[in-house]
């Protein structure tokens, strides 16, 4: 073996209780307990769990600084336990949505990326579908677009003909297209009630951008999925009601799913607002009282996947009067395993086995990433994360994404990602990002998907 790993090794079926792993070539190839092989290198990590790296399903690593952002942002996952990022499309100043944008970033992923990158492509308004099959022939694993207008360039609102049109283009293939499910027209009626009545504040956000506006949007997009067959999915469910419709629609036999972020598991207005304000305004925003039905619908296996929704806004803009003015995204990768853990645990569950299945696992088949990425399996990369337990308190400043501020700044974790390995490489050692920029793979689209 090139090197072993002695813990608590958190395979897909079970833990292995002081056991070991053997990595070879980047590979794992042996899993075991007891006595171990021969190896170049062993890493003693007895006492903490040895888990799958993990594969955040969604990310914004060039919302802000563009395809460089990628370095900032793949230099922070590598320090959160995280060994691939499934990035959005909506790059400054202008999304991926055609196959030269595709190859333009990934020769930026093989510039500047510390950890395996999968993408996601998108369609803007008028385009067409003829750029569909290029993007997915070019590996792309999902596609993504918007119900909602935050920028007529960068992250604009396509309407339902289209959406029904790019339902087609990809009713026969096994490619998800995500949504961002916000009613447009509900929700700019919300914020012009709160704003004529001088609420300006984060208790103001969820009532302005309501419910209704999140699920009339997600129900329409079920249904256009529904008729045409095409794979539904919404990329950031708010409350367990939306979880409950996606079950509904596969219940019918569709190919209909929906995913949630850590921050809805972990934050309420009700409770953080007073001291977070804007650094909490997410969109769709966070609900008063809905982490315990999300964390039902998680246990009851309804929920795709977690991901951390990273995007990486500076603080300055954040830092406004109104909460209208603030800009909507949190940072999120290096408190992404410690938070779900965290909380995992808090109330009861097994954490090392929800958090492996929920922040890896499951995001790898869905984006057709298993069985090379997302679980410890003999054969897949050796793509993995050392979580030590113990009281640790998350400080932003030390954060690696250049950003320096985070939602979860004097959070008390339940511990903290001690090492990180990409293909068998040490990637992050615990107090250094050890990797270069360029190490990370542009990582396409394989065989395994959500439906059968």
């Not at 020769?107 to 067409?128: E, F, S």
């Not at 103001?204 to 949007?217: D, F, G």
């Not at 469910?237 to 409950?244: D, N, Q």
């Not at 932003?396 to 990602?417: N, T």
Request: glycine share 10%.
């Amino acid at each position: 073996m090139d090197r072993i790993i002695l813990g608590n090794i958190v395979t897909p079926s079970d833990m292995i209780e002081n056991g070991w792993i053997g990595i070879r070539n980047g590979i794992i190839v042996a899993i075991g307990q007891g006595a171990a092989p021969q190896a170049a290198d062993v890493v003693d990590a007895i006492g903490s769990y040895v888990m799958p790296g993990v594969v955040d399903g969604q990310t914004h690593a060039g919302s802000y600084a563009g395809l460089a952002g990628l370095e900032s942002t793949t230099r922070s996952a590598i320090a959160g336990g995280i060994t691939t990022i499934v990035d959005m499309p909506y790059d400054n100043p202008a999304p991926l949505n055609t196959i030269e944008r595709l190859r333009e970033k990934v020769a930026a992923i093989n510039t500047l990326a510390h950890c395996d990158v999968a993408l996601y492509g998108t369609v803007m308004p008028d385009q067409g579908t003829d750029d569909v099959a290029s993007l997915i022939d070019g590996g792309i694993v999902a596609f993504k677009i918007s119900s909602f207008e935050s920028s007529p360039t960068r992250f604009p609102r396509i309407a339902s003909d289209q959406i029904s049109d790019i339902m087609v283009a990809l009713a026969g293939t096994n490619i998800p297209l995500g949504l961002h499910n916000e009613d447009q027209e509900m929700v700019r009626a919300g914020i012009a009630a709160a704003k004529a009545a001088g609420r300006d504040g984060i208790e103001a956000h969820s009532n302005s951008r309501p419910i209704a506006a999140e699920m009339t949007s997600s129900a329409a997009f079920y249904e256009l999925g529904a008729i045409h067959g095409a794979h539904a999915h919404i990329v950031h469910f708010s409350t367990a009601r939306g979880m409950v419709l996606a079950d509904q629609y596969r219940t019918l036999g569709s190919r209909a799913t929906g995913e949630t972020c850590v921050h809805y598991l972990v934050l309420d207005p009700q409770e953080h607002g007073p001291v977070l304000g804007a650094r909490m305004k997410v969109n769709p925003p966070i609900r008063p009282g809905a982490r315990d039905g999300l964390w039902n619908e998680i246990l009851h296996e309804r929920v795709a996947f977690v991901s951390s929704d990273h995007s990486s806004w500076p603080i300055d803009n954040k830092l406004v009067p109104s909460i209208f003015d603030a800009g909507a995204g949190v940072p999120g990768l290096e408190t992404l395993l410690p938070a779900f853990f965290t909380e995992a645990e808090r109330r009861g569950y097994d954490a090392p086995a929800l958090s492996a299945a929920q922040l890896s696992e499951r995001p790898a088949k869905f984006f057709g990433l298993w069985p090379q990425k997302g679980g410890l399996c003999i054969g897949s990369d050796a793509d993995i994360a050392i979580f030590t337990p113990g009281e640790h308190v998350w400080d932003s400043a030390q954060a690696h994404d250049e950003l320096k501020w985070s939602p979860f700044d004097g959070h008390r974790f339940a511990g903290r990602v001690t090492c990180t390995y990409l293909r068998g490489e040490t990637a992050w050692d615990g107090n250094t990002v050890v990797s270069r920029p360029g190490v990370g793979e542009y990582v396409r689209r394989g065989l395994s998907h959500w439906f059968a």
